[in-house]
């Protein structure tokens, strides 16, 4: 079957919509015709070669769609099912026994690789294979090949186009509050970076019940949307926070602000690393501040959740309006990729996310 998909030709490339082929679903496949995908910053850290992927490359990991056909030994998804995609994993090690599947061994083959098991389908360029199943989907496209252990089944009454990003961006970061550190009534917890991980990460924290919730950012416009979302201190410059903070959740991926934030911690707070750092960052911590307070450093993938557990708590926040994903997300024309990222990039929007088709 033809499909409309965007191509990455190689690193530093740009995203262009062509025509490719999709396979039929092989073994543990399912077709799912792509209604919203959300417009990550993995993406561009993946499209500028930062990550193992091949190429030419069809991105894209926040699909929402609908099951259009699956393959054989699939079981409790059927075509006509609503469905949200998430990452992958293999489902046998002790990472994916223990619900916590971003720590699979098999994470980077199956997620950034690509890697495909025998017979089952993917991408062609006539008769040249594009690099697709990046995070078990490639999303930017009106059609995608997904697995069993990365779809999600939702009600079909939902807003597919306001939900998509939960598969990735919202869960990281309410997953890393709400299951990671698991902040409890009453603590401080200090955020830095107010992107969808970011507001995700304040949204989560107002649920639990911080006392305290305080956002760093460059963007006042973000600080303003945090506010409105639950945090209660805002700041645009590190010095401008006063700890200390039980939990401190950096989405930023910017080294130089990890040594300022162990010496705003509490005795027995936890730092968790969620944002993309670089490949050999050079970062200059204190250990004896670390060790002599009992403090903690925490590294965190896709919010350390089970997507197949953790998204349809998502929906329920959503549906009783603590997570209003409506204040987040920007709709896009799959025409339009390109502004979608560069509104990313700026930051002059939160969450865009493409419509594959017109009217979703």
Known sequence: MDIQAAVTEAPGGTFRIETLRIDAPGPSQVLVRIVACGVCHTDMVMRDGALPV?????????GAGVVEAVGPGVAGLAPGDHVLLSF???GACPACHD?????????????????????QGGLWRGEDRIGSNIFGQS???THALAHPRNVVKVDADLPLHLLAPLGCGI????GTVLE???????????????GAVGLAAVMAAAIAGADRIALLDRHVHRLDLGRELGATDTATSLDALSGPFDHIVDTTGVPALLGQAIGLLAPRGTLALVGAYPSDPKLSIDASAIMSLGRRIVGVVEGGIDPQRFVPELIEHYRAGWLPMEKLVRTYPFTAIDQAVHDSETGAVIKPVLLMEPNA
């Open 54 to 62: 091949p190429f030419p490359a069809v991105f894209g990991h926040e």
């Open 88 to 90: 992958d994993s293999c």
């Open 99 to 119: 619900h916590q599947p971003g720590y699979c061994p098999e994470f980077f083959p199956r997620n950034f690789l690509g890697t495909l098991g025998p017979d």
């Open 139 to 141: 999303a930017f496209a």
């Open 171 to 174: 869960q990281t970061g309410a």
């Open 180 to 194: 990671t550190l698991k902040v409890d009534a009453g603590q401080s917890i200090a955020v830095f970076g107010a």
